[in-house]
């Protein structure tokens, strides 16, 4: 089971936006409009921020959006700020009832 | 408030047993599919099993199944994953996650902080 296809690291500065890409397959993201997206920051648990490919949790800010397109799911994070410097990763159920997850990217807020 | 509480981790030797337990509270586990995930110190995500809140339902990752066992005592409010016939590959931090109600799909809202398991001679 090969994990999706994120890029291994981003950056922007503050106030830009960065979008991060989650590329599968049609047996994953491309099957269900089932992706979520985490944060997760050093020693700490990892967060939901996107459920269902765009809906946020809540207290999650709206400068985090989420779409799809074939294969391939988006986060946008608008507004950089320092405090979303974190690792995210993408995840989708698969056609298997399983779960899959990107292998993770490193956002740099320069 | 919600928490998930795993214990459980440890060195084991490979080939040996570990049994994880992930304590919950603050919400009624047979209302909610729960996850374990693991991450590689260094590396990413990698889901390893999950089940439904009847416990009818289970599904194991590729790579343990065979091997490990999900499962839930209602009454206790607590998750178990029983590892048997561990690899050092297996090495990792697990956690034990909670869906979210309202998500169509797997959504893991809830997170505990993790156990530490490694697998070792």
Redesign the interface.
């Given at each position: 089971q090969s994990a999706l296809t994120q890029p291994a690291s981003v950056s922007g500065s503050p106030g830009q936006s960065i979008t991060i890409s989650c590329t599968g397959t049609t047996s994953d993201v491309g099957a269900f409009d089932y992706v979520s997206w985490y944060q997760q920051h050093p020693g700490k648990a990892p967060k939901l921020i996107i459920y269902d490919v765009h809906n946020r949790p809540s207290g999650v800010s709206s400068r985090f959006s989420g779409s799809k397109s074939g294969n391939t799911a988006s986060l946008t994070i608008s507004g950089l700020q320092a405090e979303d410097e974190a690792d995210y990763y993408c995840s989708s159920r698969t056609t298997s009832a399983t779960l899959r997850f990107g292998g993770g990217t490193k956002l740099t807020v320069l | 408030e919600v928490q998930l509480v795993e214990s459980g981790g440890g060195l084991v030797q490979p080939g040996g047993s570990l049994r994880l337990s992930c304590a919950a509270s603050g919400f009624t586990l047979n209302d909610y599919w729960m996850?374990w995930?693991r991450r590689v110190p260094g590396?990413?995500?990698?889901?390893v099993s999950?089940m439904n809140g009847d416990g009818k339902t289970i599904?194991?990752?590729?790579?343990v199944k065979g091997r490990f066992t999900i499962s839930r005592d209602n009454a206790k409010n607590t998750v178990y994953l029983q590892m048997n016939s561990l690899r050092a590959e297996d090495t990792a931090i697990y956690?034990c996650?909670r869906d979210?109600a309202a998500?169509?799909?797997?959504?893991?809202?809830s997170?505990?902080?993790?156990t530490l398991v490694t697998v070792s001679s």
């Open positions: - | 996850h995930v590396k990413g995500l990698v889901w999950r599904n194991y990752a590729d790579s956690y996650a979210l998500a169509a799909g797997p959504a893991l809202e997170w505990g902080q993790g």
